[in-house]
């Protein structure tokens, strides 16, 4: 069995493992319990590789396996295990949608990717699905380990060059925002602004039409109206998203 899953890494000792040995040997000694993992993977061989690596870790356990998102559900639901160590693609069902339904079933569950797939979509689901690390297959076995490690207590763990595409996408939505509020305010009519501001109060349509002398149809064509221009959804959006953007006060 090859000591990593991609590249060999030089194992020459220098100061920075001395010391990083020495934090993992302290957070070892600090648990009382091993960690818990469960390992989810469409291929035998791979899982049974993970489990003869991480058997060699005292303060790591696997307490199960499963060969897809469907299987990795229950068995989440049956061990609630720390970790799940799990595949994006998967056939029956794949690791991302599994992940919203382990998060379901098994709350305290930390959810990690450990795949071959370095898409930048797939990586922004896991994210939103729940997992707190997404590693590439071509990490060694001494970075799986550290990783269950981390993300046990609390971290999140993301492949440098995964974080690299995460880091440029957050600046891309930040610039999308920015130039977002760059665009004035949908422009209300007048009759538009006294309907939201009685919207506001919490009249009703039939209240407000009696008070502005429209009738109730009116008053529904003006709410669509303004709901269209603000492109949302509800009233109560309407009268927030107007008082955020200064379009409206109420005393």
């Known amino acids: 069995m090859a000591d990593s899953f991609g590249p060999v890494h030089d194992d020459t000792a220098d100061a920075g493992e001395t010391v990083a040995e020495a934090a993992t040997a302290t957070a070892q000694g600090s648990r009382a319990e091993p960690i818990r993992v469960l390992v989810v993977d469409d291929h035998a061989l791979f899982r049974r590789g993970l489990e003869i690596v991480l058997a060699q870790e005292e303060d790591i356990q696997v307490v199960g396996e499963a060969g897809d998102g469907a299987e990795a559900v229950d068995k989440a639901a049956d061990l609630l295990p720390d970790i799940v160590l799990m595949d994006v693609r998967m056939t029956r069902r794949g690791g991302i949608e599994a992940c919203t339904s382990i998060k379901e079933v098994a709350p305290s569950a930390k959810i990690i990717m450990l795949t071959i797939s ?134």
């Open 118 to 251: 370095d898409e930048e979509a797939d990586l922004y689901d896991a994210i939103k699905a729940g997992a707190t690390g997404y590693l590439l297959k071509e990490i060694s076995t001494d970075e799986v380990a550290t990783a269950i490690r981390a993300v046990a207590d609390g971290q999140s763990q993301i492949s440098p060059s995964m974080a690299s595409k995460l880091l440029t996408e957050f600046k891309s939505m930040i610039q999308r925002t920015d130039e977002r509020r760059l665009v004035p305010a949908p422009r209300l009519t007048d009759r538009e602004l006294e309907v939201l501001k009685l919207v506001a109060t919490g009249m009703n349509n039939r209240d407000i039409a009696k008070e502005l002398f429209i009738s109730e149809n009116t008053v529904k064509n003006h709410v669509r109206n303004i709901l269209e221009k603000l492109q949302l959804h509800s009233r109560m959006e309407a009268v927030v998203y107007a008082m955020r953007e200064k379009i409206l006060e109420i005393r």
